[in-house]
């Protein structure tokens, strides 16, 4: 009887990978935008505050981030587009960005795509770098992707942390 509860105990206990995931501490979000003809897809993770000071602390001036958690966050066009006036190729990209304490802050378009979130996979991986003026917002608990304005070749998309704002200037091609 004692060998048949041995044996049969592992059978009562929910499989290995039920009992060890947790709840993540930063949830995943997909956010999709058409612009034109073009699909801008934007997929992450959202790390929060929970009342740090994101800037310098959490984040460093002058180190290149990833704005996320996890994987590393990812934006794909479906199409070529134009980023801050310049020219991007069609596909995924990861997003990083070099935050400073004063002017204007670099964000990197990395061709390394499917990349954890950290280390930075390095500037031979870079396909884009855009140097854009940093705004300040509402305080935003969970670090957030959205288009607050989108018309109809044109979008800004914005990164929001805290109450830092990086708005990216997307314009896409009017014809398919």
């Given at each position: 009887?004692?060998?048949a ?11 290995a990978?039920?009992r ?32 740090r000071?994101?800037?310098?602390d959490v ?25 801050e ?15 400073r ?6 964000v ?18 870079d396909?884009?770098?855009f140097?854009v003026?940093p ?5 935003m ?11 109809r ?24």
């Amino acid at each position: 009887m004692r060998f048949a509860a041995l044996v049969l105990f592992p059978l009562l206990l929910p499989p290995a990978p039920a009992r060890a995931q947790a709840i993540p501490f930063s949830q995943h979000a997909a956010l999709m935008q058409r612009v034109a003809f073009t699909d801008v897809t934007v997929t992450y993770n959202r790390p929060v505050a929970r009342g740090r000071t994101l800037f310098p602390d959490v984040v460093a001036w002058g180190r290149t981030w990833n704005p996320g958690a996890d994987s590393a966050t990812r934006i794909s066009f479906s199409r070529d587009v134009t980023v801050e006036g310049e020219p991007v190729a069609a596909g995924p990209y990861s997003i990083w960005v070099i935050p400073r304490a004063e002017g204007s802050w670099t964000v990197i378009l990395s061709g390394a795509a499917h990349v954890f979130h950290t280390p930075y996979p390095g500037e031979a991986h870079d396909r884009h770098r855009f140097d854009v003026t940093p705004e300040r917002g509402e305080h935003m608990e969970t670090l957030a992707f959205y288009f607050p304005v989108v018309e109809r070749d044109r979008a800004v998309l914005r990164l929001h942390w805290g109450t830092l704002v990086i708005p990216l200037r997307i314009e896409a091609r009017g014809r398919p």
